[in-house]
Protein backbone atom coordinates (compact mmCIF):
# COMPACT_ATOMS: atom_id res chain seq x y z
CA UNK A 1 0.00 0.00 0.00
CA UNK A 2 1.00 3.44 -0.22
CA UNK A 3 2.98 4.78 2.27
CA UNK A 4 3.79 8.64 3.08
CA UNK A 5 6.60 10.20 5.50
CA UNK A 6 6.49 13.56 6.40
CA UNK A 7 8.97 15.96 8.40
CA UNK A 8 9.62 17.83 10.41
CA UNK A 9 7.74 16.84 12.72
CA UNK A 10 8.20 19.98 14.95
CA UNK A 11 8.50 23.20 13.56
CA UNK A 12 8.77 26.80 15.17
CA UNK A 13 9.16 30.07 13.34
CA UNK A 14 9.08 33.63 14.15
CA UNK A 15 5.86 35.71 12.85
CA UNK A 16 6.03 36.65 9.32
CA UNK A 17 8.92 34.08 8.66
CA UNK A 18 8.03 31.22 6.18
CA UNK A 19 7.17 27.83 7.06
CA UNK A 20 7.91 24.68 4.86
CA UNK A 21 6.60 21.30 5.48
CA UNK A 22 7.41 18.10 3.03
CA UNK A 23 6.25 14.90 2.33
CA UNK A 24 7.35 11.92 -0.12
CA UNK A 25 4.73 9.24 -0.70
CA UNK A 26 5.71 5.87 -2.72
CA UNK A 27 2.87 4.77 -5.12
CA UNK A 28 3.52 6.39 -8.63
CA UNK A 29 -0.75 5.84 -8.80
CA UNK A 30 -1.52 8.65 -6.13
CA UNK A 31 -2.82 11.37 -7.85
CA UNK A 32 -4.57 13.36 -5.33
CA UNK A 33 -2.58 15.08 -2.93
CA UNK A 34 -4.30 17.57 0.05
CA UNK A 35 -2.73 19.25 3.20
CA UNK A 36 -4.83 19.69 6.29
CA UNK A 37 -4.79 21.63 9.32
CA UNK A 38 -5.73 20.54 12.72
CA UNK A 39 -6.53 22.57 15.54
CA UNK A 40 -6.73 20.97 19.04
CA UNK A 41 -9.99 19.09 19.67
CA UNK A 42 -11.33 19.39 15.87
CA UNK A 43 -11.17 17.27 12.56
CA UNK A 44 -8.54 17.90 10.05
CA UNK A 45 -9.99 20.83 7.76
CA UNK A 46 -8.14 21.09 3.89
CA UNK A 47 -6.57 24.04 3.53
CA UNK A 48 -4.89 23.18 -0.39
CA UNK A 49 -4.84 20.40 -2.41
CA UNK A 50 -3.11 19.46 -5.65
CA UNK A 51 -3.26 16.96 -8.66
CA UNK A 52 -1.19 15.36 -10.34
CA UNK A 53 -0.88 16.72 -13.39
CA UNK A 54 -0.20 20.32 -12.12
CA UNK A 55 3.02 21.12 -10.28
CA UNK A 56 2.19 24.10 -8.18
CA UNK A 57 -0.58 25.56 -7.07
CA UNK A 58 -0.75 28.91 -4.31
CA UNK A 59 -3.61 30.68 -2.40
CA UNK A 60 -3.04 33.42 -1.24
CA UNK A 61 -0.21 32.64 1.62
CA UNK A 62 -0.18 29.37 1.34
CA UNK A 63 1.36 27.14 -1.45
CA UNK A 64 1.89 23.79 -2.49
CA UNK A 65 4.61 22.11 -5.10
CA UNK A 66 4.13 19.13 -6.48
CA UNK A 67 7.72 16.66 -7.91
CA UNK A 68 5.93 13.16 -9.33
CA UNK A 69 9.47 12.39 -10.85
CA UNK A 70 11.01 12.24 -7.22
CA UNK A 71 7.48 11.61 -5.48
CA UNK A 72 7.76 14.53 -2.84
CA UNK A 73 5.36 17.77 -1.93
CA UNK A 74 5.69 20.56 -0.53
CA UNK A 75 3.34 23.24 1.87
CA UNK A 76 4.91 26.46 1.60
CA UNK A 77 3.31 29.42 4.20
CA UNK A 78 4.75 32.26 4.07
CA UNK A 79 4.11 35.96 6.37
CA UNK A 80 3.30 33.25 8.71
CA UNK A 81 0.58 34.55 11.62
CA UNK A 82 0.20 32.95 14.89
CA UNK A 83 -3.41 31.54 14.10
CA UNK A 84 -1.17 29.34 11.85
CA UNK A 85 0.03 27.24 14.62
CA UNK A 86 -1.49 23.59 14.37
CA UNK A 87 -0.71 20.40 13.46
CA UNK A 88 -0.79 20.16 9.89
CA UNK A 89 -1.04 16.88 7.96
CA UNK A 90 -0.15 15.91 4.61
CA UNK A 91 -1.57 13.25 2.46
CA UNK A 92 -2.24 10.86 -0.97
CA UNK A 93 -4.80 9.54 -2.74
CA UNK A 94 -5.45 7.28 -5.58
CA UNK A 95 -8.97 8.50 -7.02
CA UNK A 96 -10.16 10.35 -3.65
CA UNK A 97 -12.04 7.59 -2.37
CA UNK A 98 -8.31 5.91 -0.12
CA UNK A 99 -6.48 8.44 1.64
CA UNK A 100 -2.79 7.81 3.23
CA UNK A 101 -1.69 10.68 5.70
CA UNK A 102 1.71 11.29 7.28
CA UNK A 103 2.52 11.46 10.55
CA UNK A 104 1.55 15.19 10.96
CA UNK A 105 4.00 18.18 11.92
CA UNK A 106 3.19 20.52 14.90
CA UNK A 107 3.64 24.36 14.00
CA UNK A 108 3.91 27.02 16.04
CA UNK A 109 4.40 30.35 15.41
CA UNK A 110 6.29 32.63 17.85
CA UNK A 111 4.60 36.14 18.13
CA UNK B 1 -26.11 21.70 6.15
CA UNK B 2 -25.05 20.24 9.34
CA UNK B 3 -21.58 18.80 7.37
CA UNK B 4 -20.57 15.16 8.72
CA UNK B 5 -21.91 14.75 12.20
CA UNK B 6 -20.38 11.91 14.56
CA UNK B 7 -21.59 10.38 18.06
CA UNK B 8 -20.83 10.54 20.79
CA UNK B 9 -18.20 12.49 21.11
CA UNK B 10 -16.48 10.30 24.24
CA UNK B 11 -17.50 6.82 25.20
CA UNK B 12 -15.64 4.96 27.81
CA UNK B 13 -15.61 0.79 27.27
CA UNK B 14 -14.78 -2.01 29.34
CA UNK B 15 -12.73 -4.40 27.61
CA UNK B 16 -15.09 -7.09 25.41
CA UNK B 17 -17.65 -4.58 25.29
CA UNK B 18 -19.12 -3.68 22.00
CA UNK B 19 -20.42 -0.27 20.70
CA UNK B 20 -21.12 1.62 17.04
CA UNK B 21 -19.83 5.11 16.48
CA UNK B 22 -22.45 6.36 14.43
CA UNK B 23 -21.68 8.80 11.45
CA UNK B 24 -24.19 10.58 9.03
CA UNK B 25 -23.55 13.14 6.38
CA UNK B 26 -26.01 15.35 4.75
CA UNK B 27 -23.95 16.20 1.67
CA UNK B 28 -24.80 13.49 -0.83
CA UNK B 29 -21.21 12.37 -0.75
CA UNK B 30 -20.68 9.31 -2.30
CA UNK B 31 -17.28 8.34 -0.48
CA UNK B 32 -16.97 8.13 3.03
CA UNK B 33 -14.41 6.40 4.97
CA UNK B 34 -13.21 6.03 9.03
CA UNK B 35 -10.13 6.88 10.23
CA UNK B 36 -8.16 6.29 13.90
CA UNK B 37 -5.88 9.15 15.04
CA UNK B 38 -2.82 8.26 17.88
CA UNK B 39 0.07 10.33 18.85
CA UNK B 40 2.47 9.99 16.30
CA UNK B 41 1.20 8.28 13.90
CA UNK B 42 -1.29 10.90 12.17
CA UNK B 43 -4.45 9.01 10.58
CA UNK B 44 -5.02 5.85 9.46
CA UNK B 45 -7.50 4.62 7.24
CA UNK B 46 -9.91 1.87 9.10
CA UNK B 47 -12.75 1.08 6.38
CA UNK B 48 -14.24 3.37 3.15
CA UNK B 49 -17.24 3.39 1.09
CA UNK B 50 -17.93 4.20 -2.35
CA UNK B 51 -21.13 3.97 -2.33
CA UNK B 52 -24.33 2.53 -1.10
CA UNK B 53 -23.75 -0.91 -0.29
CA UNK B 54 -20.06 -0.93 -0.46
CA UNK B 55 -17.44 -1.37 1.37
CA UNK B 56 -13.20 -2.25 1.53
CA UNK B 57 -10.76 -2.30 3.85
CA UNK B 58 -8.24 0.14 4.67
CA UNK B 59 -4.54 0.22 6.59
CA UNK B 60 -5.76 -1.37 9.86
CA UNK B 61 -9.65 -3.18 10.00
CA UNK B 62 -8.72 -5.61 12.72
CA UNK B 63 -11.53 -5.88 14.81
CA UNK B 64 -14.06 -3.30 13.03
CA UNK B 65 -16.76 -3.55 11.35
CA UNK B 66 -18.58 -1.30 8.95
CA UNK B 67 -21.75 -1.24 6.38
CA UNK B 68 -23.04 1.45 4.72
CA UNK B 69 -26.80 0.65 3.69
CA UNK B 70 -27.65 4.40 2.80
CA UNK B 71 -25.76 6.77 1.45
CA UNK B 72 -25.98 8.94 4.34
CA UNK B 73 -25.02 7.09 6.85
CA UNK B 74 -21.10 4.93 7.95
CA UNK B 75 -21.29 3.45 11.19
CA UNK B 76 -18.45 1.84 12.85
CA UNK B 77 -18.72 -1.32 14.72
CA UNK B 78 -16.38 -2.45 17.53
CA UNK B 79 -16.98 -6.14 18.03
CA UNK B 80 -15.11 -6.75 20.97
CA UNK B 81 -13.26 -3.99 22.43
CA UNK B 82 -9.83 -3.95 23.58
CA UNK B 83 -7.04 -1.37 25.37
CA UNK B 84 -5.30 -1.01 21.62
CA UNK B 85 -8.71 0.42 20.35
CA UNK B 86 -8.36 3.47 22.61
CA UNK B 87 -7.85 6.41 20.07
CA UNK B 88 -9.67 9.39 18.05
CA UNK B 89 -12.22 8.22 15.16
CA UNK B 90 -12.96 10.26 12.85
CA UNK B 91 -15.09 10.05 9.54
CA UNK B 92 -14.91 11.75 6.55
CA UNK B 93 -16.65 11.95 3.46
CA UNK B 94 -15.56 13.22 -0.13
CA UNK B 95 -17.09 13.77 -3.54
CA UNK B 96 -15.45 13.92 -6.96
CA UNK B 97 -15.11 17.50 -8.24
CA UNK B 98 -13.85 18.56 -11.31
CA UNK B 99 -10.23 19.25 -9.60
CA UNK B 100 -10.65 18.22 -6.11
CA UNK B 101 -11.58 15.03 -4.04
CA UNK B 102 -12.33 17.55 -1.02
CA UNK B 103 -12.65 15.16 2.37
CA UNK B 104 -15.14 17.15 5.57
CA UNK B 105 -14.33 15.26 8.50
CA UNK B 106 -16.15 14.85 11.65
CA UNK B 107 -15.62 16.73 14.84
CA UNK B 108 -14.22 13.21 15.99
CA UNK B 109 -14.77 10.51 19.20
CA UNK B 110 -12.75 9.85 21.64
CA UNK B 111 -13.05 6.47 23.16
CA UNK B 112 -10.80 4.68 25.70
CA UNK B 113 -11.06 1.42 26.56
CA UNK B 114 -9.86 0.23 29.49
Known amino acids: GENVEQHPSTLSVQEGDSAVIKCTYS??????FPWYKQELGKGPQLIID?????GEKKDQRIAVTLNKTAKHFSLHITETQPEDSAVYFCAASIGGNQFYFGTGTSLTVIP | NAGVTQTPKFQVLKTGQSMTLQCAQDMNHEYMSWYRQDPGMGLRLIHYSVGAGITDQGEVPNGYNVSRSTTEDFPLRLLSAAPSQTSVYFC?????????????FGPGTRLTVT
Open chain 1, 50 to 54: IRSNV
Open chain 2, 92 to 104: ASSYEGTRTYEQY
Open chain 1, 27 to 32: DSASNY
